[in-house]
């Protein structure tokens, strides 16, 4: 059984209580389809690692006590400091000592200001437990929540037999009765309510390994395969930020991907099953997922070189560029496809090749997509809404006419 980031490390509450329940039969017939990424690397395949891959954002079914590892040497504490912000979040850290010097070292972090970071209450979701729904309105790349989280902790690591008691006892009454009203899926009390509950946070400063984090109000976030939010981690302020990847209606549910979007339909459903113990019965399916993997341009952006040459050879047609875009523009809206890599490598190319046509409107519009895509995923738009302002400005502005070749 292969679940999250780790296989093979198995143990007693390691599976999701209700994971050997029959999935229900998805009413399409469904081709499995190949993953757009290797598959992960076991650690259980290899010798104790020494550094470890940092896991992509995204949910991951994380927190596995491992039985091969080295006994550990958890350092737990909390930042930031109860005295430098005594009404806030604090986060229990679960890391090593060099994290935990350098985590220190870095801080006094900013104060979250919960009204800035949260478009969302927590409601009850027929057939999910609780879930997530919006207040208002919010446009794509917007923040819908910022939040520092409740505990952030490696998500691969031997953890002590009396992981669960020690954790809770160096944590505020609040914060523990927080973290244990979270959705549990294994057996495990606070390991469990990680694992079911952490986003990947990717590596600390002084740890490269792979930790999660676990908010009280993102952990509620639901599953989709056609999400309509991102996760970010946000190290500057010490936060997990979420934010929109297309405009969410007042009361709609937020959601995030927690495996790879792009994977097959029956691989997604057997990492949704055997990590979070349910199967999805979102509208997303394959029909044309796979394609996108196909297409060099969905991982490897247009290069400017080629760009550059295609504007200024006299023999090649004004559209050369755009078929194979526009087809992947077609299959990312087919497929309910909204993560920013994929968007962005084809806005990015789409707002040059405009640019170098002298399409104001199209310029425009590609612009804005590339703003609210890099928003979405960095939390700036990157330049991209100067650009839209003025296409004219950018040095791509009207190279083909300027060329003599319009
Ligand atoms: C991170 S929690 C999300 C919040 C959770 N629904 C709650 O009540 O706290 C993950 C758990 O939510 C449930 N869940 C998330 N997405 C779901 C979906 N699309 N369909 C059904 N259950 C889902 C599963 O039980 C999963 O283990």
């Known amino acids: 059984m292969r679940r999250g980031f780790l296989a093979g ?24 389809l190949a993953p757009i990424r290797p598959p992960p690397v076991s650690v259980a395949d290899s ?18 006590r491992a039985k091969t590892l080295p006994p550990p040497q958890p350092v737990i504490f909390q930042v930031p ?29 900013p104060a979250i200001d919960a009204q800035e ?50 954790v809770a006892h160096a944590m505020s009454a609040d914060a523990r009765a927080a973290l244990l009203s979270l959705n549990n899926c294994y057996e495990d009390k606070i390991i469990g309510v990680l694992r079911t509950n952490n986003w990947g946070i990717g590596a600390l400063p002084g740890h490269d390994a792979p930790y999660g984090g676990t908010g009280a109000i993102i952990s509620r976030i639901n599953h989709s395969c056609a999400p309509n939010a991102l996760f970010r981690w946000n190290e500057e302020m010490f936060a997990a930020e979420v934010r929109a990847l297309r405009p969410i209606r007042r009361g709609e549910e937020v959601t995030m991907c927690y495996v790879p979007e792009l994977e097959g339909y029956a691989s997604r459903q057997e990492r949704l099953r055997d990590a979070y113990g ?9 029909g044309l997922r796979a394609q996108l993997e196909g297409l060099t341009s969905h991982s490897d952006e247009l290069p400017d070189a080629r760009l550059w040459g295609w504007a200024r050879d006299t023999r090649a047609r004004d559209d050369a560029l755009l078929g194979a ?68 400005q950018t040095v791509w502005w009207g190279v083909r006419v300027k060329a003599g070749l319009r």
């Not at 009404?87 to 000592?97: K, M, S």
């Not at 437990?129 to 690591?157: D, N, Q």
């Open 278 to 286: 349910f199967t999805c019965t979102c509208e997303a399916v394959d």
């Open 47 to 64: 010798a104790p690692p020494t550094t470890l891959t940092p896991i992509p954002n995204g949910h991951v079914g994380c927190c596995e």
């Open 117 to 166: 970071g949260c478009r969302i209450r927590v409601v009850d979701v027929p057939g999910k437990g609780k879930g997530c729904v919006s207040t208002g309105a919010i446009p794509r790349g917007a923040l819908i929540i910022r939040e520092r989280p409740l505990v952030i902790a490696p998500t691969v690591m031997a953890f002590p037999g009396n992981f669960d008691r020690i």
């Open 325 to 392: 875009l526009e087809q992947q523009v077609a299959i990312m809206e087919q497929e309910l496809y909204v993560r920013p890599e994929g968007w962005l490598t084809v806005a990015r190319a789409l707002v040059k090749i405009y640019c170098a046509l002298g399409n104001t409107v199209a310029a425009r519009r590609w612009a804005v997509c590339a703003a609210s895509y890099t928003r979405a995923a960095t939390g700036t738009d990157g330049g991209w809404e100067a650009v839209a302002r003025n296409p004219e």
């Open 9 to 32: 490390l198995d143990t007693p509450n390691s599976r999701p209580k209700s994971s050997s329940a029959k999935a229900p039969q998805h009413p399409t017939k469904r081709t499995p």
């Open 81 to 109: 400091s109860k005295a430098s912000q005594p009404d806030g979040t604090i986060t229990t850290c679960i890391t090593i000592p060099e994290a935990r010097e350098k985590l220190l070292s870095k801080g006094p972090y």
